[in-house]
């Protein structure tokens, strides 16, 4: 893995590249360019928040700030998954014609998803002072938390983009799959309002520790549950190495079929 990495440090070049084409790609040619990075997830708030609040009628405190920490937190994941499933199969150009380490192409739309995330903090910030939410000392977990975020997130992008390449349904079935995953993960409604009859699906989710570790930073003011935490670091460690062994034995016969 550490030779992989070195080899990817040495093609940073490139991968710095394949980020910033892939920020300025995506709203290419609309009106608004680069603030649709700053809308989307507002007009997602909005959405959410009329159904959940005025509709399923959750009641809480300061729900548009709890909604906003889930979703642009959970935006990462949806992207890096949607997008990178067909990382390969849309720089078949370059797949072809010139070698470099594959993986960069997966990493890169990860890393634009985390570039996004950022971005999205310009907006969390206003509506926790709004919402007169107090955040403190866990704030200095942050960084820990998006390393165990982005490792595990890197894992399921390398599997899937590799597998994708010979297995084209795959790219529609995880958009399924991700909403799924989106309403067994605590976003739009808050951990204690998981029937206990079902509880034990939401304690084998590693993205209910992620999320609620996102909420509890920003939004309670607590520490992350560590254990927890940890659990999901080993877990994410050990996919990140299965993915790229799988990702590097799938990588060999790419220019063939894409």
């Known amino acids: 893995m550490f030779k992989k990495a070195k080899e990817i440090y040495a093609y940073r070049?490139?991968?710095?590249?394949?980020?910033?084409t892939d920020l300025r790609t995506r709203y290419k040619g609309s009106f608004l360019g680069f603030f649709w990075t700053l809308l989307n997830p507002l007009l997602m708030l909005l959405v959410y928040s009329i159904v959940f609040k005025f509709v399923v009628r959750i009641e809480m405190d300061n729900y548009t700030a709890y909604l906003f920490i889930g979703l642009i937190s959970w935006n990462i994941l949806s992207q890096s998954i949607t997008a990178g499933s067909?990382?390969?199969?849309?720089?078949?150009g370059l797949v072809k014609k010139i070698y470099f380490p594959k993986e960069i192409l997966p990493l890169a739309v990860v890393s634009g998803?985390?570039?996004?995330?950022?971005?999205?903090?310009?907006?969390?910030?206003?509506?926790?002072?709004?919402?007169?939410?107090?955040?403190?000392l866990p704030l200095?977990?942050?960084?820990?938390?998006?390393?165990?975020?982005?490792?595990?997130?890197?894992?399921?992008?390398?599997?899937?983009?590799?597998?994708?390449?010979?297995?084209?349904?795959?790219?529609?079935i995880m958009g399924i799959l991700v909403m799924v995953w989106f309403y067994l993960t605590p976003i739009v409604f808050p951990s204690n309002m998981i029937p206990e009859e079902i509880g034990y699906i939401f304690d084998y989710n590693p993205m209910r520790v992620i999320i609620e570790s996102f909420q509890q930073i920003f939004f309670y003011n607590q520490y992350p549950n560590t254990v927890e935490l940890l659990v999901v670091a080993l877990?994410?460690?050990?996919?990140?190495?299965?993915?790229?062994?799988?990702?590097?034995?799938?990588?060999?016969?790419?220019?063939?079929?894409?």
Not at 113 to 136: D, E, T
């Open 140 to 172: 200095l977990l942050l960084p820990l938390v998006l390393l165990i975020y982005f490792i595990f997130t890197l894992s399921l992008a390398l599997l899937i983009s590799g597998l994708n390449v010979y297995f084209r349904d795959l790219e529609h």
């Open 86 to 92: 067909s990382a390969v199969i849309r720089n078949a």
């Open 235 to 258: 877990l994410s460690s050990v996919l990140l190495i299965l993915s790229l062994k799988v990702f590097k034995k799938l990588s060999r016969h790419f220019a063939e079929e894409i």
């Open 13 to 20: 070049q490139m991968l710095e590249s394949l980020v910033l």
């Open 113 to 136: 998803g985390f570039i996004n995330y950022f971005f999205s903090l310009i907006i969390l910030i206003p509506i926790l002072l709004i919402a007169k939410v107090q955040v403190g």
